[in-house]
């Protein structure tokens, strides 16, 4: 191992304020080729970062990792040998590695951005990747992403909820709902979605993924949809008395179809709060296979015959997607964030942006990019001819009074 490089300024070269002046900041660079350790801990040295560590081989990394070693960022190469970079993925993975991870290879750049997803897929924090030979601008736009707050030495990681302690929030109507809009490349509101979010008793938020897979599992998705839904209304039903003229987008789950009486429980819903159904859209979330398809389909099939629009959430991701493009009569198309994120320097995600736009206009279905976080991920999206767009770039997920607000300083009441 090698520490203690020198530091020299990197206030010019546009690296985030969480890296520069922070003198613990531990780099350690994992690659089998000396030139390569060399050249990487110079470019590092030129930004500043003074504690670089080279690392030989994924054993010597996973080795240092279990002798209680921490590190802020690794830079671990894909091909070597013993361990190659995959295995040391799943070695971090096991291990509950908790700082930032870069990939860097000379392989074909599909096989560095698949090897990206596997660490994402095991909840990694993934800064990006680097193709060799590294760039001091490579690398500088990668520690710009760098977050402390994304490490997970200062925080637990996330535990399901239990189902009675679930079952009791949703009966008080705790977990309400917060509303991101869906803008047209006009910057105007075409509708908004709903997400539902939980604080608990000491106002920390408990994020969806620790009670959407319990309440599907345990049954109580279908009380959790219905609370959020004919909350949702109520507020959208008071938007609507004020004039403002969008649309409403509600989640539902696979789960919710296998109640044949769900199209009229929502109906009920929208028709007390004045309502009409052709203001709402269902969004479906894939977050399983649809076990009954039959059941799904005729619940599918009465939402539709309501006036319930229907929207493909996800798309791209989830499961059969294209087969179900062709049974179920969506209305809408939202193209997942994978696709669209940074997908001006992502020539395979670029593709499958364009094609799914391309899709969906074929079968006359309105288009939804989400995840759109930058001036580059807008005009991306644009320019590919997406109808609808939504992300952080323009609007964060907002609670209802925040969302007035904004409603008030960015739309214009009929």
């Keep these: 191992m090698k520490s203690g490089i020198r530091k020299t300024g990197i206030s010019n070269l546009g690296i985030g304020n969480s890296v520069n002046n922070r003198r613990d900041f531990d780099v350690a660079i994992v690659d089998d080729d000396d030139l390569m350790l060399s050249q990487v801990s110079l470019i590092l040295e030129t930004l ?105 030495y200062t925080r637990p990681l996330v535990k399901p909820v239990r189902g009675d302690v679930l079952q009791e929030a949703v009966q008080k109507d705790r977990i309400t709902p917060y509303f991101q809009p869906k803008l047209d490349r006009n910057k105007k509101i075409a509708s908004a979605e709903v997400l539902a979010r939980w604080q608990d008793n000491n106002q920390l938020f408990i994020p969806p993924i620790a009670f959407i897979p319990v309440a599907e599992d345990t049954g109580i998705i279908q009380e959790l949809t219905l609370s959020v839904f004919k909350q949702s209304v109520a507020h959208f039903s008071r938007w609507l008395a004020m004039g403002y003229k969008f649309k409403l987008a509600v989640n539902i789950s696979t789960e919710n179809l296998k109640e044949l009486t769900f199209p009229d429980q929502l109906e009920e819903i929208a028709s007390k709060y004045h309502v009409s159904c052709d203001q709402i859209i269902l969004e479906l979330t894939e977050s399983r296979l649809m076990e009954n398809l039959v059941k799904g389909l005729d619940v599918l099939s009465r939402l539709r015959l309501k006036g319930f629009a229907l929207s493909i959430d996800d798309f791209g991701t989830g499961y059969s997607s294209m087969e179900h493009l062709n049974r179920i009569p969506f209305n809408e198309l939202k193209i997942d964030r994978a696709f669209v994120h940074d997908v001006h320097q992502d020539p395979a995600a670029s593709a499958i942006l364009e094609s799914s736009t391309s899709l969906a206009k074929k079968l006359r279905m309105v288009t939804v990019a989400e995840g759109v976080e930058t001036p580059e991920d807008w005009r991306s999206v644009v320019n590919v001819g997406c109808d609808l767009i939504q992300g952080f770039y323009r609007a964060k997920p907002m609670a209802p009074e925040q969302f007035e607000s904004w409603l008030v300083t960015n739309s214009k009441v009929a």
């Design 48 to 152: 500043g970062i003074e504690n670089s560590h080279l690392i030989e081989s994924g054993e010597e990394l996973l080795l240092a990792i279990d002798s209680g070693s921490k590190f802020d960022l690794l830079i671990v190469d894909l091909n070597m040998p013993g361990i190659d970079g995959v295995e040391v993925i799943r070695g971090l993975a096991a291990r509950n590695y908790a700082g930032a991870l870069a990939l860097f290879s000379g392989e074909d750049y599909r096989v560095l951005k698949t090897a990206e997803c596997l660490a994402q897929a095991y909840e990694l924090n993934v800064l990006g990747t680097l193709s060799k030979p590294v760039t001091p601008d490579q690398m500088g736009e990668l520690l710009s992403k760098y977050d402390p707050a994304d490490s997970r």
